[in-house]
């Protein structure tokens, strides 16, 4: 699967309405990235209720990673251009309100389960720049070669971070510091907690395997064998006791 490709698969969020916001309809984000050299500056935003295309939004050249904020009235979607930037849209408008340079080539986006910081990985520049609420980059975190996907856990106190050198990069939150490098398999791309946090699972695209990974310890604990260049996006994976809304 070329490069393109995987980032593509990042350009889906949903923005599931709650009661700050009963305006805002149940939204999937699909970034529209092109490929090269033909790149797209599209994000087609997808009522899922209807299953009907609602708009499209002007966004950066080449979108990659999207996330939505807890509340669901921001979309930031990570432009993958070299000069990278981040759009912001007003999910109740379905218009970018404000545009963030971050680093070189973002791809994966971040939101902290409270909403105050969001997390976007620059697979050009190897680091990770940290947005406030005000759409200001407060923070720029040094991590591993080629960061590209990044997931929180469900208390927002770490921050995991695949890199191409076959590591993921811990940071903790609350100081904005790698706190540990854990090796993986080889090429790490997706990562996803379970809904306690206790465990993050990493997809090893270029060995066919998931690592398991203990967070409290931040040891692999297993390797799985799986089907061929695996790739998995997503911040949580649901208890079995729960079931994930339609879409």
Request: hydrophobic share 45%; glycine share 8%; proline share 5%.
């Amino acid at each position: 699967m070329s490069r393109r490709s995987m980032a593509a698969l990042t350009g889906l969020a949903l923005a599931w309405p709650v009661s700050l916001v009963p305006a805002i309809a149940q939204n999937a984000y699909i970034t529209n990235q092109g490929l090269y050299p033909n790149f797209s500056n599209k994000v087609t935003v997808i009522d899922t209720t209807t299953n009907k295309v609602v708009t499209t939004i002007d966004v950066g050249l080449a979108p990659a990673g999207v996330a939505v904020a807890p509340d669901g009235s921001k979309v930031y979607v990570a432009n993958e251009t070299v000069k990278g930037t981040v759009s912001v849209i007003d999910a109740a408008a379905n218009a970018v309100s404000a545009t963030v340079a971050v680093g070189s080539n973002p791809v994966g986006v971040a939101v902290k389960p409270d909403g105050s910081k969001v997390y976007v990985v620059n697979k050009g520049n190897g680091t990770v720049s940290v947005i406030d609420a005000n759409n200001k980059v407060v923070a720029t975190i040094d991590v591993g070669l080629a960061p590209f996907a990044v997931a929180i856990t469900p208390d927002g106190s770490k921050l995991y971070v695949t890199n191409l050198n076959d590591t993921v990069s811990v940071i903790t939150t609350a100081t904005n510091a790698v706190s540990a490098t854990i090796h993986v398999g080889h090429g790490p791309l997706g990562v996803a907690f379970t809904s306690d946090g206790s465990k993050a699972y990493v997809a090893n695209q270029f060995d066919n395997t998931v690592s398991v990974i203990a967070t409290a310890s931040n040891n692999v604990v297993a390797t799985i064998g799986v089907g061929t260049s695996p790739i998995a996006f997503g911040n949580f994976i649901l208890p079995k006791s729960r079931t994930a809304p339609a879409h």
